[in-house]
């Protein structure tokens, strides 16, 4: 059902919930705003974006209004422009007359809206109030340059879910403030701000805006390779041939969000001066002798083509563990579903309105899912249900349900959920699967109690679009075909649409075009990985390569999409395609690859320079392509879920702190957390350690030592073991039981 | 033939026009016809030969030389002044007082520049201001158009008088350190205003508007 009306003469039509402004932006028809961020409700403070309604007297806001059936709108009179001046007039009362300075100049809304509406001088003035400036990490305040448009409070609200900005009032002596702890310097704020008030303290007075050349591209960092910007510059006067370098990274903060890592962890390039080829000949020698490429998944889809080719070319084994557990997830999960890949994405995940989340470290493992659960709480009010054995302080504003369990219960709850969720009549197909299920056992052993259970499932009752978000936990879990299994018949037949969130940027493109093996035979190559001779984009190895943002590609991302990587800077060496030249591969640049992607996977035979990215006025992005989900044959049953393993003593957690992610986010300037073990009072009670001591523990076979530190965040007997300052991944469980040891 | 007759005509008739470049006071000068037949080129050769202008001349320089007041600039000990607005290479100026540097580092003369000369790097220094760390003009590129000193804001870059610059190189002409002023002149106040260029004008003063309840 749509309404119809007119703006400036022109007919359109709204959907139901739209706002005038959301209809008029779509139609591309102007009308100037202040306060709105269209990825968050609007807060209708500026008032600029006030339109004329015949037959209504008076101005009416366009931002919260939704169009009557026949209205005559007029976006723009005399009028209007006088009533936009004057609250451009006020919002210039005693703001700093600095762009000369101000890092903001040359993008700074209301130097824009001020030309716009041609206030020319300050009409007036008010006393000035005694104001500080604050500095909180990455973020910078500057309190007289704030026009308080609430923008930032509100996507720290409503987008980051982390209520860390508030506004502390007092009419002309308000201000924003930041409950620090909260804050997860994801520099959302920073990217809305309209004037130069949230500021990026390492970016400040450093370029001006109109200097630096903008480079579309993915983020690296995790598998939702968010839509950004590089812009890049000279690194100085004296850097001789204009050699330059990455100052920021900036995105379309109005409808898409980024996190900390993404915004701030982008510096990670490899420079080398040339082509050392020496080295060059040594690598390929070890090529001919190798038997196994071990390679991780930071990867574009182009370069894992190209490596399938040479495992059929030379035999190579292709080992990849962390890929390899999500791949033969999928292909679990497929097998009931009947579809090669999962229905959902975030895209659904922040529309929907009930949201079952599982076995994902939700802030740290993609920050997008935290974002996109934030949005559907804000947005939809919706419902969501975390099942997780470690509470997480600032989680409190995104998670409904906290559904605490015990560590390795994983699938009996998933059982739980089909038990709860799919409709009786498929149960007769899978009677020895349900009928074996004791409700008591699992909740007495999971410690889940019944009651728990049940609230999360009458909560779905007339919820329209329930998701169900599945992460790095289930997938190296011991019974992960099974849970995957599961997973499927929820998605077949439960109402869910899932979403099986890739552990690593481009898992879910190595998982698809790679034939990966389990056992490596030496002599292994290492590929951004370990290995008998090692390339790497971190340098210091074998042979350099260049790190992904200096590479062009593309990623297959968590909402199955294939989105274009563009190189920002330039890269002077080797890269793969040259060693898979030398090795009988011929192509001259590895994006010819693209359109020769496996077509019997879903990819789309589409050139790498037709891939689009951009996004439409009102905030459609329009990037890469979608994957085609095939049809694949199901017909394997679900098996009988195992005894609840019991995970006694110190047990712990394989989890990054949030923004860091792998040895290039540790690599970046900005990025500093180290590494160490995070646990909560209680954890570090039964372990008998003390915050700031350093422990000795063997986990999946490794050796290791790290520094222990009690987080007030945390709550359990849980403790996180970071493992992005290492190249070498795990595949096993994340939860492990270790014996510490003291140094 | 003295032509007052026929300028008053020509001169109604051009100021009618609106014709600023003639004067009234103007008048034709008084030349004989060219001479057509060979007779009379060969008797005006005669004449111009014979009436000695050559002396007349001579005399001129000798009367000159000793009257002892010559209108020769003797130039490496005698030096005119250059105009304002004379575009010499820069400098750059300081505050009065204080003799901090009054470049802010807004990179307009950097944006401005049409062939591409400036360039300039910031940073936030320690009282959290914005101050220039590196600034260098590739002068061996400059045209000296001076748009530079016309577009800055704060009056900083300017256009020095300094006109004998003598090296192999442009790029010698002078660096920023000299560009400066001496941190001792601009507190005694012995820097120079620039009054070229972007420079404000005398009336500016009257110009400026409060802003109507100001603290």
């Not at chain 2, 404000?200 to 100001?214: G, I, N, S, Y």
Request: net charge negative; with cysteine; aromatic share 8%.
């Amino acid at each position: 059902m749509s309404i119809h009306f007119t703006i400036d003469g022109r007919s359109v039509s709204a959907k139901r919930g739209e706002s005038i402004l959301q209809v008029a932006r779509r139609e591309g028809i102007y009308i100037p705003t202040m306060c709105y961020l269209p990825k968050t409700t609007p807060n209708a403070s500026c008032r600029m974006c006030v339109v004329e309604v015949e037959g209504v007297s008076g101005f009416v806001l366009s931002c919260n209004t939704p169009p009557v059936e026949g209205a005559t709108i007029r976006t723009d009179s005399t009028a209007l422009f006088k009533e936009r001046q004057n609250i451009m007039k006020l919002y210039n009362v005693n703001h700093p007359l600095q762009c000369g300075v101000c890092d903001k100049s040359g993008e700074c809304d209301l130097q824009n809206k001020t030309l716009e509406f041609e206030v020319s001088e300050q009409s007036f003035a008010t006393k000035e109030q005694k104001r500080k400036n604050k500095k909180w990490g990455v973020l910078s305040y500057d309190p007289y340059l704030c026009i308080m448009c609430e923008k930032c409070t509100a996507v720290c609200n409503q987008v980051v879910g982390s209520e860390a900005l508030y506004i502390k009032p007092g009419g002309y002596k308000s201000e924003i403030d930041n409950h620090y702890s909260r804050c997860i310097q994801c520099g959302e704020c920073i990217s809305v701000c309209p004037v130069g008030a949230m500021a990026s303290t390492d970016f400040e007075y450093t370029a001006n805006v109109w200097e630096l050349r903008k480079i579309p591209s993915a983020c690296a960092h995790c598998s939702s390779a968010c839509n950004l910007n590089y812009e890049v510059k000279e690194i100085g006067i004296d850097s001789g041939k204009g050699e330059q370098k990455i100052y920021r990274v900036t995105n379309e903060a109005d409808h898409d969000a980024l996190c900390g890592a993404g915004r701030f962890g982008y510096d990670f390039e490899n420079r080398v001066s040339c082509k050392d080829e020496r080295a060059f000949a040594k690598v390929l020698k070890a090529f001919k002798e190798a038997k196994t490429i071990r390679f991780s998944s930071m990867i574009t889809n182009e370069e894992a083509y190209l490596l399938q080719q040479l495992k059929e070319r030379h035999g190579y084994r292709l080992i990849n563990p962390e890929a390899r557990v999500y791949q033969k997830f999928l292909r679990a999960f497929s097998s009931v579903s009947g579809v090669s890949l999962y229905g959902g994405d975030l895209k659904r995940v922040a529309q929907s309105d009930y949201a079952i989340v599982m076995g994902c470290a939700v802030s740290s493992d993609n920050p997008m899912v935290r974002f996109a659960l934030a949005r559907a709480v804000n947005n939809n009010k919706a419902y969501v249900g975390l099942f997780h054995p470690i509470e997480e302080e600032g989680l409190r504003n995104i998670v409904t349900q906290h559904l605490k369990h015990e560590v390795g219960s994983e699938e009996a709850l998933m059982a739980l959920l089909c038990d709860a969720f799919v409709p009786s009549e498929v149960k007769k197909s899978h009677v020895s699967f349900f009928e074996s299920l004791d409700v008591g056992y699992i909740c007495g052993e999971s410690s889940v109690g019944e009651e728990e259970i049940e609230r999360l499932v009458r909560q779905r009752v007339r919820k329209k679009a329930p998701v169900l978000v599945l992460g790095a936990d289930l997938y190296a879990h011991p019974r992960a075909d099974n849970i995957a299994k599961m997973a499927g018949l929820l998605e077949r037949f439960g109402g869910f649409e899932v979403v099986i969130v890739p552990s690593d940027t481009n898992t879910m493109g190595v998982a698809l075009i790679c034939d990966l093996d389990d056992e490596a035979l030496s002599p292994v190559i290492g590929y951004n990985a370990q290995g008998d001779c090692v390339l790497s984009a971190l340098g210091g190895s074998d042979l350099d390569m260049p790190a992904l943002n200096q590479q062009e590609g593309t990623f297959t991302t968590v909402d199955k999409e294939v989105v274009p990587l563009n190189a920002a800077l330039p890269y002077h060496g080797y890269e793969l395609s040259d060693i898979a030249n030398a090795l009988g591969i011929v192509l001259k640049h590895v994006i010819d690859l693209t359109c020769k992607l496996p077509k019997e996977k879903g990819y789309k035979e589409v050139a790498f320079d037709d891939l689009p990215n951009r996004y439409l006025n009102h905030g459609v992005q329009i990037r890469g392509y979608m994957l085609e989900p095939l049809h694949v044959s199901c017909e394997e049953n679900i098996g009988v879920i195992a005894d609840i393993q019991e995970y006694n003593g110190t047990i712990l957690y394989r989890c990054n702190p949030i923004s860091q992610f792998n040895l290039f986010t540790d690599k970046t300037h900005q990025i500093n957390d180290r590494a160490v073990i995070l646990g909560s009072s209680q954890f570090a009670e039964a372990a008998k350690i003390k915050s700031g001591e350093e422990v000795r523990f063997v986990i999946d076979g490794r050796a290791m030592s790290r520094k222990f530190q009690v987080s007030s965040k945390l709550k359990g007997t849980v403790a996180y073991h970071p493992d992005f300052d290492s190249f070498e991944k795990s595949a096993a469980y994340r939860y492990q039981k270790v014996t510490f040891e003291r140094v | 033939m003295h032509t007052h007759d026929t300028h008053e005509q020509h001169g109604h008739g051009e100021s009618e026009l609106g014709n600023r470049y003639i004067s009234e006071h103007y008048y034709y000068v008084d030349i004989a016809p060219y001479p057509t037949t060979p007779w009379g080129k060969f008797s005006r050769a005669l004449k111009r030969t014979l009436r000695g202008e050559l002396f007349v001349g001579l005399w001129v320089v000798l009367r000159e030389m000793f009257k002892f007041d010559i209108h020769t600039v003797q130039y490496p000990k005698e030096k005119l002044l250059v105009g304002p607005r004379y575009r010499a290479v820069h400098a750059m100026q300081r505050l009065f007082e204080s003799g901090t540097e009054r470049c802010i580092g807004c990179g307009l003369c950097e944006k401005i520049c049409i062939s591409n000369c400036i360039r300039m790097e910031t940073r936030l220094d320690e009282k959290s201001r914005k101050e220039v760390s590196e600034y260098t003009i590739n002068l061996g590129r400059c045209i000296f158009c001076g748009y530079c000193a016309e577009v800055c804001p704060e009056l900083a870059i300017v256009h020095g008088p300094r006109y004998e610059n003598v090296s192999e190189q442009r790029a010698h002409y002078i660096d920023y350190a000299g560009m400066l002023t001496p941190i001792d002149m601009a507190i005694s106040g012995e820097q120079k205003e620039f009054d070229g260029f972007g420079a404000v004008t005398p009336h500016e003063d009257a110009r400026v508007k409060q802003t109507p309840l100001a603290y």
